[in-house]
């Protein structure tokens, strides 16, 4: 089947509670992106187009001149200037080839505006960073 | 509609973007165009996403194509007056099979959605779901290649400027190299040669991709366009505005002796 595995979604807090057909119909909304080691993944301030997340490889975060833990296979990351269809809020390299499967802003409104469980654990994460950010 | 034409078959600028049907116009009136199929918008979103029968349907397509392959964007509204994404979206030179077309595509599809086309749709009010096209073709081996156009763009004389470079014509587009200028007026006659400097020329690789390399110290500054191949140019100009109209921006190749046309639009801008 296309788009992303779904041993990986399972992994994804935001789709942990799905159930497997759910699951199955989120993960051919994927499509996959590599990038090679050292490659702008996302930029700071640049407007965004897609929501990742890590299938393989190491990526490091940087907003500003402060570096943030680095993300690896089950993170992800893009969601902010999606939902607010604002800028990027960090920088995001590639610190190994990295394997990625991305959705745009045009599958990734339509699937969080159509699940109540995606939606809630996308609030969770964004309080937890909101959190995170008021404590800087 | 089909999802996947030859490009001689190509002319719904919605389904396949300009570029494939500039390319399609250009085949169908007798231009020297390399041989080329055009995938829809929705036929390369559908190849992204790995769905087993475009990707299928595309290698088979794809398997009369002499080897190596170009895939280049076409985006509905590529090189249109509001906005250009030249250079926002992706063109793959020597994809070496058709089995490594599928990730070229992908990449592509992916080059509509990157951020920063995204910031450039955002920035020009266009902030909608990209399609793009793409055209697949076979890549030349240039001896010489490079840029004209029917009317200067600089003053809008009526004149041709050609600019042109050894190998790929990517060294001129991409400013790798100071390309050699010549002014041709409408009957032929050449105005002015200008050399450049020519320090590199872009080549495919046997392996796929292409690499820059040092050019031979004689070659840097030779003029890269004899007589005869000036006249060549100066035909394809006359015949370019009789398909097309005034003011083409073309962009060329000469390669076994033969002069091929790899794209003509028009000219977005002069400096009168």
């Given amino acids: 089947m296309a788009g992303a595995p779904i041993e990986l979604l399972q992994r994804v807090p935001l789709f942990s509670e799905l159930d497997q057909g759910e699951l199955e119909q989120v993960a051919r909304l994927f499509k996959e992106r590599r990038f090679a080691q050292g490659e702008t993944v996302v930029m700071e301030g640049s407007g965004g187009a897609a929501f990742f997340v890590i299938a393989a490889g190491e990526a490091t975060v940087a907003v500003g001149t402060a570096q943030r833990p680095p993300l690896r296979a089950g993170d992800y990351f893009g969601e902010i200037a999606l939902i607010d269809e604002g800028r990027r809020s960090a920088t995001v390299t590639a610190a190994s080839d990295l394997l990625c499967y991305g959705l745009t802003f045009w599958e990734f409104r339509p699937l969080v505006e159509g699940n109540g469980v995606i939606a809630w654990k996308l609030l969770q994460s964004l309080a937890k960073k909101l959190r995170a950010a008021q404590a800087d | ?272």
């Avoid at chain 2, 995938?39 to 790995?50: I, K, Q, R, T």
């Avoid at chain 2, 250009?84 to 994809?95: D, E, I, K, M, R």
């Avoid at chain 2, 020329?201 to 003029?223: C, F, M, N, Q, W």
């Fill in chain 2, 1 to 272: 509609m089909s999802a996947v034409l030859n490009l001689s078959d190509t002319r719904d600028v919605t389904a396949f973007g300009s570029k494939a049907v500039g390319l399609g116009e250009a085949t169908r009136a007798g231009l020297p165009v390399p041989p080329g199929i055009a995938l829809s918008g929705p036929f390369v979103e559908a190849v992204a996403s790995e769905d087993e029968e475009a990707v299928a349907t595309l290698l088979r397509l794809a398997a009369h194509l002499p080897l190596p392959l170009a895939v280049r964007s076409s985006a509905a509204d590529e090189d249109g007056a509001e906005a250009s994404f030249a250079g926002q979206h992706l063109t793959l030179l020597n994809v070496p099979s058709p089995a490594d077309l599928p990730q070229a595509v992908r990449e592509i599809w992916w080059s509509a959605n990157s951020d920063s086309a995204i910031t450039y749709r955002q920035r020009v009010g266009l902030f909608t779901r990209p399609s793009v096209g793409v055209v697949v073709q076979s890549l030349l081996n240039p001896e010489v290649a490079g840029v004209m156009f029917t009317q200067n763009p600089m003053n809008g004389a009526d004149e041709r400027v050609i600019e042109g470079s050894w190998g790929l014509g990517e060294a001129v587009v991409a400013g790798t190299v100071i390309p050699d200028h010549f002014r041709i007026d409408r009957e032929g006659r050449v105005l002015e040669r200008i050399p450049g400097l020519k320090q590199v020329a872009i080549r495919a690789l046997p392996s796929g991709g292409t690499v820059e390399e040092a050019t031979p110290p004689g070659d840097v500054e030779k003029l890269c366009l004899d007589e005869g191949q000036l006249e060549l140019l100066s035909q394809l100009a006359l015949r370019c505005e009789q398909v097309y109209g005034p003011a083409r921006d073309i962009e060329w190749a000469i390669a076994d002796g033969t002069l091929y046309v790899l794209q003509c639009r028009a000219v977005t801008r002069t400096g009168r």
